[in-house]
């Protein structure tokens, strides 16, 4: 496994990429309502990247993905393709982007919670949010993925719910997924992976209200829990400093949760 650090012109760069995905997600935030289409949502994420921002959808043909970005509503898991389906009241969706910027990439994902969705639904999202930000609370040079991946882990388990195995974070700078993946579950070889200033890697933990276990559908990018319970995400790229840790797809009034 080969991980790539980041000279400072390439961390420049991945901090233009970053700050752009996540304006894409700020930019959207007005239109995720009741009654809209997803595939309008991808139409107005890929009209802003190309002609705003400049900068091209970097999942638009990624192993043959059809979109610009990913829709994944209630008890889709990650990779939702946007369609003509509205979006009704109660719903969550993950609204997932990712911009390539003069090379370099910037990935991040973010939960909507529609008008009328019960307490259980705010509920998920706001664990699956906290969880994300307990991992990244662990990053700095010398720690290990397994202290990421344990502090989500743990603070999952004792909100009663439970972290997708089969899908992680990854490596991201030129290529859209590089070494290493970024487990969510505390995997013993984790902690062979030790982090090193000018890493940068995304941290996006998938968390289910129910059971762990996902399903792959017929479209093979459609990830669905398997007991049909509700997932949600959030994701952020990263970039380990000497210092610590710095996100790069922070968007404007982000506040990192207080936890209990």
Excluded at 6 to 31: C, D, H, I, N, W
Excluded at 115 to 138: M, N, S, T
Excluded at 233 to 244: D, F, S
């Amino acid at each position: 496994m080969s991980i790539k650090l980041k000279s400072a012109e390439q961390q420049a760069k991945m901090r233009t990429a970053g700050r752009l995905a996540a304006e894409v997600l700020e930019y959207l935030t007005p239109f995720v309502k009741v009654g809209v289409t997803t595939e309008e949502l991808n139409q107005l994420a890929h009209n802003y990247m190309i002609d705003v921002q400049d900068s091209v959808p970097a999942t638009l043909g990624y192993h043959g993905y059809p979109k610009s970005i990913c829709t994944s509503i209630n008890h889709v898991v990650c990779h939702g393709i946007p369609n003509d389906k509205k979006l009704k009241k109660g719903d969550i969706i993950n609204i997932d982007v990712t911009i390539i910027k003069d090379g370099f990439h910037g990935d991040t994902s973010k939960m909507f919670v529609l008008e009328g969705a019960k307490p259980f639904a705010h509920r998920i999202c706001q664990v699956a949010y906290e969880c994300l930000w307990k991992g990244i609370d662990q990053v700095k040079p010398n720690a290990s993925l397994y202290d990421v991946a344990k502090a989500i882990e743990d603070h999952a388990h004792r909100a009663d719910c439970s972290v997708v195995k089969d899908y992680c974070g990854h490596g991201i700078g030129e290529d859209f997924h590089e070494s290493p993946q970024v487990l969510h579950y505390a995997a013993e070889e984790l902690k062979d992976i030790i982090l090193k200033p000018g890493m940068t890697f995304t941290i996006e933990p998938m968390v289910n209200l129910g059971k762990h276990e996902v399903k792959l559908l017929g479209d093979n990018w459609t990830v669905i829990t398997k007991d049909r319970k509700l997932s949600a995400q959030w994701e952020h790229t990263l970039l380990v400093t000497p210092e610590g840790v710095e996100v790069l797809t922070l968007r404007q009034h982000e506040q990192r949760p207080s936890f209990n």
